[in-house]
Each structure stands twice: as C-alpha cells, then as structure tokens.
C-alpha cells in the first residue's frame, strides 16, 4: 500500500517536491530505460569490455531521507540530478577515462555540476573514489513524444572500477545507511580496506599493462624471426602461425595431387608439440626446417596413389610433429602426440604404429 505524503514527517515544500516525484515517476523510468539503453548500444559499438551497466530510479523512501537531510537545497524535483542514475563499472582504472569520453560523446555533460571524486582525496586518504557525470539526453540522439520533457531532466552517470564499486557499496552499507555515527576504530578498519581496494585496483591496472607490454614485444620479436628469444605459448604461437610458416610445406604436399588446402586452426598442436619438449618459437622453427623432408616423404606415402583432393592447412605441421615425435621416442612418440592432439583412443596405437613404419622406411632426399 502507497504511503500518504504526511507519513514522511517532511516539511511543505519537501512534501511539494515528493509529490511532484509521484507524479513524473512514468517519465523517470523512461528515462532510466533510455539511458541505460544508450549506454549498452554505445559500449557495445566501442567494443569495450565493462564488469556491468546498470541503471535506476531513486525510490521514494530514498529520495525522503535526501529532503529530510538536505531539501532545502532544492527549489524543486528537477534540482535533484540523481533521481535517475546510471553506473558503468569498468574492470581496470584506466578504463573509466575511457568511458567517461563516450558518455561525453553521448550526451549533454553538465561540467560544472560533475564531479571527479578520485581528485578530491588528499595524498594520504583513502576512500571513496568515482567519476561522476551529471547529463541529460540530446533530442538529436532520442526523442519520446509521449514524454516531450525528457529531454530536459538532468541524471547521473557514475563511472567506476569494480574494485572501487566494492568500496563505495562497503562504506554506503556500513556508514550513510546505518543511522548512526561510526566509531572512530570501525573508521581505521575502513580506511584500511579501502586502502588496500585501492593498491589492488591500482596493481590490476599495472600488472595488465605489462602483460600487454609484453605481448607487443613477443609480436615484434615474432616479426623480426627472433623465434629464440619467444617462449612457447598461446599468444606467441598464433602470432607465429599468422606468418604461415608451414605454407610452403602444404603447398608442395597439395600439389602431390593438384589438391586444394582447407584452412583449419594450428592452435591444437601446442599442447602436443610443449610435450615433444619444445619451449620456444625458435625450438618449433628448428623442428620444421629440420623435419620438412621428411614430412612431405611422409605425405607421398599417406595420400600418393590416392584421389584426395583436398588437405588440411595442418597436415605439414602434422607431418612434422610425426617425425620429430619418431625421433624422441619411436611408435610410443607418435602415440603419445596423438593421444595429446586427439584424446585417448584404442586407434591411437595403431596409427601410431602404421605412421612409424612408413618413416622407417623413407630415406630422406
């Protein structure tokens, strides 16, 4: 059941405001929807990775509380900028400068009413930090004729990382809603925490810059053929198969036959070719020079005398992988690599032994 206005204990004029609230409380969550809905559309299109987007409308026993602290500061409801707020939550600190220039690109920016709270704290405090946007919605972006005045109301865009969220959720909890003062020791175990909210927010954010240092650096070393220098690893292996460097191989196995090369992704060979014991781009590079003879011998015993038209883009590197895996350790090599590549099959030790007995026979050119 609907409170009377009355019950709230609040002033006349507060009371006025509380009542104009009900009244546009339609047009609020139109709002609400619009705004969250152009902040997704937008996020989406920059292609930008956020921990969540969210939107809402102050509840009327929310808003009281406000006007029964603070309503004199406000002439009426459209004084109030956070009846209708919005909350971006980013993953890493960097990235709330990041969206802050999307929403300003979005909407209207009220400059003289945001507010970047991460300045506001001194050298040696710790606490609430968040970058807050007071906006409203252009006509040129939307317009809802059955609300004409929408786009005059102003709301709240708050931007912040996760970490910070959990602070301000934390202190909001614990402080502003409990209806009483906090004592002083509850205070320090606060700032604590929230100091060291902070120095994990911050060492998130250096800890991914580095590895993304460090990927740039292995695709530039992968460029260059500084394969020696790369360790072997899912980033560093795609970037090393993006150069094709079993091209050549496919192509002379395809024109055994005059056949056609499907592409298939060589990712799944990585887990296979670390257990043959190879650690850097530069052991794979070494493996394929040493090992492509022998291979496309291989390859003239697998479908020479055949009718197959079409090979896979990883049947050189498949080759190679057979001979290198031989070398190591026999049949029982090659049965381990494919039980690695394929999973563990009764056919693994068959093939295994069948692969091994036509390289025993090959002499390489």
């Known amino acids: 059941m609907e409170k009377r206005i009355e019950e709230y204990g609040l002033d006349l004029h507060c009371s006025m405001i509380l009542e104009e609230y009900r009244e546009k409380l339609p047009m609020f969550n139109r709002l609400s929807e619009v705004a969250l809905e152009q902040l997704k559309g937008c996020i989406v299109r920059s292609r930008l990775i956020v921990s969540g987007v969210e939107a809402r409308v102050k509840t009327e026993q929310s808003l009281a509380e406000k006007l029964e602290l603070k309503g004199n500061k406000y002439h009426s409801i459209s004084d109030i900028t956070d009846i209708v707020g919005a909350r971006i939550i980013t993953f890493y600190s960097d990235e709330v400068d990041k969206i802050s220039a999307l929403v300003d690109s979005l909407f209207e920016v009220d400059w003289n009413n945001s507010v970047d709270k ?85 060492e998130f954010g250096r800890i991914r810059k580095e590895l993304t240092d460090y990927r740039r650096k292995m695709e530039s070393l992968v460029k260059d053929g500084s394969f020696d ?19 050549p191989l496919n192509e002379r196995i395809a024109s055994i036959n005059q056949a056609e090369i499907q ?28 090992c492509s003879s022998k291979a496309y011998r291989l390859a003239l015993h697998q479908i020479g005398g055949t009718d197959l038209d079409i090979i896979s883009s990883t049947l050189g590197m498949q080759n ?43 002499h390489e050119m």
């Open 118 to 202: 991460r300045k506001l704290l001194g050298n040696d405090t710790f606490g609430y930090m968040s970058l807050h946007y007071i906006c409203r919605i252009p006509e040129t972006l939307f317009r809802d004729e059955k609300f004409p005045e929408l786009n005059g109301i102003w709301f709240e865009v708050q931007m912040r990382t996760t970490l910070q969220h959990v602070w301000a959720s934390m202190n909001h909890d614990t402080g502003y809603k409990s209806g009483f003062e906090v004592p002083t020791e509850y205070i320090r175990s606060l700032s604590r925490l929230a100091g060291l909210l902070e120095l994990a927010d911050e």
């Open 229 to 247: 220098e790369v360790s072997l690893n899912s980033d560093t292996f795609r970037s090393y198969l993006a150069l094709d460097p079993f091209g």
């Open 263 to 290: 592409q298939l992704s060589g990712m799944p060979y990585l887990e296979p070719m670390r257990l043959l014991g190879l650690k850097t781009l530069g052991d794979v590079e070494n493996m394929r020079k040493r």
């Open 320 to 362: 190679v992988c057979f001979v290198y895996a031989a070398e190591l350790g026999g049949a029982k090599g090659i049965e381990l690599f494919l039980e690695i590549l394929n999973g563990h099959s009764e056919y693994n030790a068959v093939t295994a032994e069948k692969i091994f007995s036509e390289l025993s026979k090959i």
